[in-house]
Each structure stands twice: as structure tokens, then as C-alpha cells.
């Protein structure tokens, strides 16, 4: 995806767990490297060695908030929660930064909790002094002052209370406990290293890193406790229909992450197929705006067996660029990251495969520079349906007045963007690409929210 400035799609978070390891710190900092595309603002671990809780945290990179083996020195014990964090909820400064802990729990948290009104009056009935903005401090200070004799009892009564999206990894002196919400909006995965080490990532890519095998999902509603001699599962009490993110196969998680026993370069490669089924196009090469878009544009040109080609290099030392939401400098970040090939596209009617479009003028400039790098015509084909609707789950999508699906037709996108055709994959077609075993929130597509939300009924009252 290209629309990488403040306005576009931003990652949620990523959380992990260690349970039952000597070196659980360096654990949790190598998985949470793994996560890093989930969330580059700020980062933290919080460890337990069995009677207090240890915890580090600070604003950026992985590798700035925890600079070499040193950096955990103070990070004792056998267990572990950590975090990645990308601001859904809070602002971007660090009293905001997870895992947050009261001492006795530690919490991290990915998702989002969108009417937190009456969870804010029972905590702050209770005295409770809340030090951040995040609605993810909330769920912990609730857990806190949750009445019931075992930690799964204070957990089950205070998410009955919640209602949102929630993947959880909760950190006490002697246990790890790792949550899904009922509707599984966002993933939560458990492996196993070596005989006796239980982990939780929220992809799979960071059970690879620690060299974890997959044991399972954890399961919409599920709660899973680990401890010194067991590992027990519960349910939340509420049920709901199963509504996975949709965008997280399309473009969120990492594309070696699993899903279903499949790596998502694989899914989005039939995304592709499927796209190229619904929308051919008459054209000499087929080329990828990197590195999202390059599994689904490898797809495509298999399904018309047209040559896949690089058509683009990207830098990619500057990062993602969601630096600034001016419109000159996100003309000048899409020059500073992709670099067209003109040999390859000269005289060529070029198809480029992109996973989404956001307000559409990422999309402009590079249809601008393969045309200006001799590219006879630009056929731009997406890889999901036109993104009309804000996320409510974890997502930081803007507003509906910036999505330029929400405001145009089809035609009138292409015209502004300037290219010779544009297609979009059919909302059937991406939930057949993702695989029908599970059934997902497609919210930002179609606008049918699992969850109705206070913000949700004024921007639905006003469409
Ligand atoms: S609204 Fe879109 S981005 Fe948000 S959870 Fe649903 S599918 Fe994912």
C-alpha cells in the first residue's frame, strides 16, 4: 500500500508473550522485531521473575527502545508481554506506550475499544488514576478492580463489559494469559519453544524468528492461561459470529505470516488471480507497486499469463514514510521510495497492481511517473474493493470525507488518478481469495459493522 502518510491506513499494534524461559526478555525483543511493520512508534516488555514485574519501554523502533543485550539487563524472570505500538486510540506520545502495568498485572493490547464511556466511570468510581489516553490502560485498570477469586474471574467479568477489539497478552507474577475477543477481529497465535516455553505473537513470522512451532490459534472468546505446571483454556461469555480482519490478509500482516496453514503471499497471489479473472487487461507487462502489491501483481500475470516485470525500486531506508500529511511532501516521499525502471517501461502498456487505494493521490503521482517514464498506457488494478468506510476495530483509516471511494464513483477515481482503466477486486472475490473456512468484518468495504458504535450511528446518520 502507498497511501503512507498521516491520512492513510495505519498498522494497529503487535503483541507477544513468553512463558517459561530463561532469556523470556530477549524472546519477546526478537519477536516483537518480527512485528515491527505492526507498529513503529513505540515499543515495550514487561517481564515477571515471580515476585515483581519488570518493564522498559520507550517511543520508536525496536532497535532504539531496546539497543543491544544490555538494554534488558533489568528485565529479569521466565515470562514476558511485549508490544509494538501504532496509536489507534491515544495520542502518539510515550505515557501512551504499552504494555502498561499496575504492579501486580501488566498488560498489551491490540485493537481498539471505541465507547469506553461507562468502563471510565467504573474505574473512576473506584478512585483509579489513569496516566495515559489509551483505552488499552482501561482494560487493565477494569481487570484490576475486577471483583472474583481467580485472575480468569476478574478477566471474564470485565470483558463482558467490553466491546470492541481486543487480541490481549496479560503478564501477572506467576502466569501469562493471552486473549481474543469474541469476534476475533484481530489475529493472536500460540507456539512452543523447545519442551517447555509457551509463546503468543499476533502473526506467525514472529514464532519463526524464535524458532516456535505453531501449536493453534487462539480462538474468538478464548481465554488461555499459562502457569507452572499447566495450560488451561476458558471462554468470555459472549458468543458473536466470527469477523476476522479482512485487511490484515490484504495488506496488515506479514505476507510469510500464516493464516489457516497458508502464508498470505500465497493468498494475496490468488487475490491477483482472482482480480485478473474479474478485470483483464490488454497489456505487455504486469508490474507490482512494491512491496505490498508484488504477490497479488505475481498473480495477475500468471492468471493471463502476461510477464511479470520490476517495474519500480524502492528505497527502502526511509521507512515507511506516514511522515507528513502535506500533499508536497507526500509527492516528495513517493520519489524518495520508488525509483520507475524506464527501460522496462518504455513503449509498454503496463498493468500495476496495488493492495488499495486510500485518497487516491499516492496513486496519482506513480500512474504520473510510469507515464513520464514512457509507459504507453496504465491499467492500475487493486487488490480489494473500494475502501468507502472508516475501521472502528484497530485500524486508523481517516476520515470518510478523505476516502476517495467514499466520495466517487469508480470513473470519476480513474479520471482523477489519470491512468487509462482502474478495476477493483469484487468483495466476493477477496473472501474466496482469503479462504471461506472463516467468516470476516469486512466493515470498511461494505460498511456493515460488526460492532455499532456511538461514532458509527453519526457517521451512518450522515451518509
Ligand atoms: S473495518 Fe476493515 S480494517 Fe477494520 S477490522 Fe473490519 S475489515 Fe479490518
Known amino acids: 500500500m502507498q497511501e503512507d502518510t498521516k491520512v492513510g491506513f495505519?498498522?494497529?499494534?503487535?503483541?507477544?508473550?513468553?512463558?517459561?524461559?530463561?532469556?523470556?526478555?530477549?524472546?519477546?525483543?526478537?519477536?516483537?522485531?518480527?512485528?515491527?511493520?505492526?507498529?513503529?512508534?513505540?515499543?515495550?516488555?514487561?517481564?515477571?521473575?515471580?515476585?515483581?514485574?519488570?518493564?522498559?519501554?520507550?517511543?520508536?523502533?525496536?532497535?532504539?527502545?531496546?539497543?543491544?543485550?544490555?538494554?534488558?539487563?533489568?528485565?529479569?524472570?521466565?515470562?514476558?508481554?511485549?508490544?509494538?505500538?501504532?496509536?489507534?486510540?491515544?495520542?502518539?506520545?510515550?505515557?501512551?506506550?504499552?504494555?502498561?502495568c499496575t504492579g501486580e498485572l501488566a498488560l498489551?493490547?491490540?485493537?481498539?475499544?471505541?465507547?469506553?464511556?461507562?468502563?471510565?466511570?467504573?474505574?473512576?468510581?473506584?478512585?483509579?488514576?489513569?496516566?495515559?489516553?489509551?483505552?488499552?490502560?482501561?482494560?487493565?485498570?477494569?481487570?484490576?478492580?475486577?471483583?472474583?477469586?481467580?485472575i480468569v474471574d476478574r478477566i471474564i467479568w470485565s470483558l463482558s463489559q467490553v466491546r470492541g477489539s481486543y487480541s490481549l497478552t496479560i503478564l501477572s507474577k506467576d502466569s501469562i494469559i493471552a486473549v481474543r475477543d469474541p469476534f476475533g477481529f484481530r489475529p493472536l497465535v500460540m507456539g512452543k519453544v523447545g519442551e517447555k516455553t509457551i509463546v503468543f505473537a499476533s502473526e506467525t513470522c514472529a514464532l519463526d524468528i524464535v524458532g516456535a512451532t505453531f501449536i493453534r490459534e487462539v480462538e474468538p472468546g478464548e481465554i488461555i492461561i499459562v502457569g507452572q505446571s499447566s495450560v488451561e483454556s476458558y471462554r468470555l461469555p459472549t458468543s458473536e459470529e466470527e469477523a476476522q480482519c479482512l485487511f490484515e490478509?490484504?495488506?496488515?500482516?506479514?505476507?510469510?505470516?500464516?493464516?489457516?496453514?497458508?502464508?498470505?503471499?500465497?493468498?494475496?497471489?490468488?487475490?491477483?488471480?482472482?482480480?485478473?479473472?474479474?478485470?483483464?487487461?490488454?497489456?505487455?507487462?504486469?508490474?507490482?507497486v512494491p512491496d505490498s502489491g508484488i504477490p497479488a501483481a505475481r498473480g495477475f500475470a500468471k492468471a493471463l499469463n502476461i510477464p511479470y516485470e520490476v517495474g519500480f525500486i524502492r528505497n527502502h531506508y526511509i521507512g515507511r514514510t506516514f511522515i507528513e500529511p502535506l500533499q508536497e511532501d507526500r509527492y516528495n516521499g513517493v520519489i524518495l521510495k520508488l525509483n520507475p525502471i524506464r527501460n522496462t517501461l518504455r513503449e509498454k502498456r503496463v498493468v500495476v497492481v496495488d493492495d488499495s487505494i486510500v485518497r487516491g493521490t499516492t496513486s496519482k503521482i506513480i500512474v504520473a511517473m510510469l507515464f513520464a517514464s514512457g509507459a504507453k498506457e496504465v491499467h492500475l488494478r487493486i487488490s480489494c474493493p473500494p475502501t468507502k468506510f472508516p475501521c472502528?476495530?484497530?485500524?486508523?483509516?481517516?476520515?470518510?470525507?478523505k476516502l476517495i471511494a467514499a466520495n466517487k464513483t469508480v470513473e470519476q477515481i480513474r479520471e482523477f488518478i489519470g491512468c487509462t482503466s482502474l478495476a477493483y477486486l469484487s468483495l466476493a472475490g477477496l473472501k474466496n481469495a482469503a479462504g471461506n473456512k472463516t467468516s470476516f468484518c469486512s466493515a470498511c468495504y461494505d460498511g456493515q459493522y460488526p460492532i455499532k458504535v456511538k461514532h458509527l450511528l453519526q457517521i451512518q446518520a450522515a451518509i
Open 10 to 100: 495505519k498498522d494497529e499494534c503487535g503483541v507477544v508473550g513468553v512463558y517459561g524461559h530463561t532469556h523470556a526478555a530477549e524472546l519477546a525483543r526478537r519477536m516483537l522485531f518480527a512485528l515491527q511493520h505492526r507498529g513503529q512508534e513505540g515499543a515495550g516488555i514487561y517481564t515477571s521473575d515471580g515476585e515483581a514485574l519488570h518493564g522498559k519501554k520507550g517511543m520508536g523502533l525496536i532497535d532504539t527502545v531496546f539497543q543491544g543485550p544490555k538494554s534488558l539487563n533489568k528485565l529479569r524472570g521466565n515470562s514476558a508481554i511485549g508490544h509494538v505500538r501504532y496509536s489507534t486510540a491515544g495520542g502518539n506520545e510515550l505515557c501512551n506506550v504499552q504494555p502498561f
Open 108 to 150: 498489551a493490547h491490540n485493537g481498539n475499544v471505541p465507547d469506553t464511556e461507562e468502563i471510565e466511570r467504573t474505574i473512576a468510581e473506584q478512585g483509579v488514576h489513569r496516566e495515559s489516553t489509551s483505552d488499552s490502560e482501561i482494560i487493565l485498570h477494569l481487570i484490576s478492580i475486577a471483583p472474583g477469586k481467580t
Open 249 to 288: 490478509r490484504v495488506y496488515f500482516s506479514r505476507p510469510d505470516s500464516e493464516y489457516d496453514g497458508e502464508p498470505l503471499q500465497q493468498t494475496r497471489e490468488r487475490m491477483g488471480q482472482i482480480l485478473a479473472q474479474e478485470c483483464p487487461a490488454d497489456a505487455d507487462i504486469v508490474i507490482a
Open 392 to 401: 472502528f476495530y484497530g485500524v486508523d483509516t481517516p476520515n470518510r470525507n
